[in-house]
T-cell receptor, first 110, second 117 residues
């Protein structure tokens, strides 16, 4: 069965303090890895899709990378508005669904 | 372009009742997937509909069912509600079905918060 593990569960950063969130996966036949941001009481907001090892994508202060076993979401010089839960999900050739990790709760303080 | 809409946003029901939730996908999207989100389990896949056909189903009891209409709008029904069904129910739309094995972006709606008393 596909498994997705995110770490850390929670992360508190000061504004401007860069860090990385980890998403490790054990799946059969990865077809796509997704990153979402979720604010309290709202649905997940799509950030990135990565399809193959070595791929990288950037958006403002966020950069997502992918290896054969894990993905990282790098946050450079975060601001308080980056505070949210970040979710990672995988899609495989066999499961025909997205399997989500439990997320990393990020808090950025002044 | 309008996003995914879900109605109602909040629901309070009692044990044993049934409930129907509605989801309207992004215009042109024919795939609708449903997820249950709880603090302990995270997002769990319920089922996916594409062109009015259920394409895949997660590990949930038969009390959870759904359907899709010709305009791609989808409904989810939960019968004989239990306390453990309290959750945020999310739907997501995509232009291609997950079962195609070719994953592209899934866009989520704001969810329906269901509370079972």
């Amino acid at each position: 069965e596909d498994q997705v593990t995110q770490s850390p569960e929670a992360l508190r950063l000061q504004e401007g303090e860069s860090s990385s969130l980890n998403c490790s996966y054990t799946v059969s036949g990865l077809r796509g890895l997704f990153w979402y941001r979720q604010d309290p009481g709202k649905g997940p907001e799509f950030l990135f899709t990565l399809y193959s090892a070595g791929e990288e994508k950037e958006k403002e202060r966020l950069k997502a990378t992918l290896t054969k076993k894990e993905s990282f979401l790098h946050i450079t010089a975060p601001k308080p508005e980056d505070s949210a839960t970040y979710l990672c999900a995988v899609g495989t050739g066999t499961a025909s669904k997205l399997t989500f990790g439990t997320g990393t709760r990020l808090q950025v303080t002044l | 372009k309008a996003g995914v809409t879900q109605t109602p946003r909040y629901l309070i029901k009692t044990r044993g009742q049934q409930v129907t939730l509605s989801c309207s996908p992004i215009s042109g999207h024919r795939s609708v997937s449903w997820y249950q989100q709880t603090p302990g389990q995270g997002l769990q896949f319920l089922f996916e509909y594409f062109s009015e056909t259920q394409r895949n189903k997660g590990n949930f009891p038969g009390r959870f069912s759904g359907r899709q209409f010709s305009n791609s709008r989808s409904e989810m029904n939960v019968s004989t509600l239990e306390l453990g069904d309290s959750a945020l129910y999310l739907c997501a739309s995509s232009s291609r079905p997950l079962s195609s094995g070719s994953y592209n972006e899934q866009f989520f709606g704001p969810g329906t918060r269901l509370t079972v008393l």
